[in-house]
């Protein structure tokens, strides 16, 4: 079955340090991929997606590049904040097929930034 | 605040004890899913709905579960007979089901069974 693995944490960085949270997938198909971020006593939020090969997904100086000959989908971030602290998620769907078009989630890397 | 609201964020209860968490989705999102999050994992696919309709259960379901969506607002989670390996954060989400299908989650009720 489809399935997402994600480089195992925790990751303890310094403010203003380079981010990478490795993401790697298997799944028959082209699925979309997706992180999501989990602050402390919040819910799951959209960070960023990308829905096919080469396409780069940013937001809030978080990049990701779809790369399908590797099937990774890796995370990064220039410069890290203290608020960037929180639960990574890489996730993956399939957009177009199928009725549910659930999410399958990696097991998530924990993020703390240490001014 | 118009986003995934559940209830109750919190609930503790001894094995045998049947529990029920409701989860209220972005008023015009069509599509609600379920899911269950044990610690230091990330979510797993339990169900979900579009409008009224329960379209697909994981095998994750067991029989002592139970979803419903009556007049495809609204959604419950029921679980019968709880166990202890049914202590996790169940988590809903949301989706208007646009191409891509952004979910938008809820804060997750924690459950725990002693």
């Known amino acids: 079955g489809d399935s997402v693995t994600q480089m195992e944490g925790p990751v303890t960085l310094s403010e203003e340090a380079f981010l990478t949270i490795n993401c790697t997938y298997t799944a028959t198909g082209y699925p979309s991929l997706f992180w999501y971020v989990q602050y402390p006593g919040e819910g799951l939020q959209l960070l960023l997606k990308?829905?096919?090969?080469?396409d780069k997904g940013s937001n809030k100086g978080f990049e990701a590049t779809y790369r399908k000959e590797t099937t990774s989908f890796h995370l990064e971030k220039g410069s890290v904040q203290v608020s960037d602290s929180a639960v990574y998620f890489c996730a993956l769907s399939f957009p177009f097929s199928g009725s549910a078009r659930q999410l399958t989630f990696g097991s998530g890397t924990q993020l703390t930034v240490l001014p | 605040d118009t986003g995934v609201s559940q209830d109750p964020r919190h609930k503790i209860t001894k094995r045998g004890q049947n529990v029920t968490f409701r989860c209220d989705p972005i008023?015009?999102?069509?599509?609600l899913y379920w899911y269950r999050q044990t610690l230091g994992q990330g979510p797993e696919f339990l169900t979900y709905f579009q409008n009224e309709a329960q379209l697909e259960k994981s095998r994750l379901l067991s029989d002592r579960f139970s979803a419903e969506r009556p007049k495809g607002s609204f959604s419950t989670l029921e679980i019968q007979r709880t166990e202890q390996g049914d202590s996790a954060m169940y988590l809903c989400?949301?989706?208007?089901?646009?191409?891509?299908?952004?979910?938008?989650f809820g804060p997750g009720t924690r459950l725990t069974v002693l």
């Open positions: 008023s015009e999102h069509n599509r």
């Open positions: 989400a949301s989706s208007s089901g646009t191409s891509y299908n952004e979910q938008f």
């Open positions: 990308a829905t096919k090969a080469d």
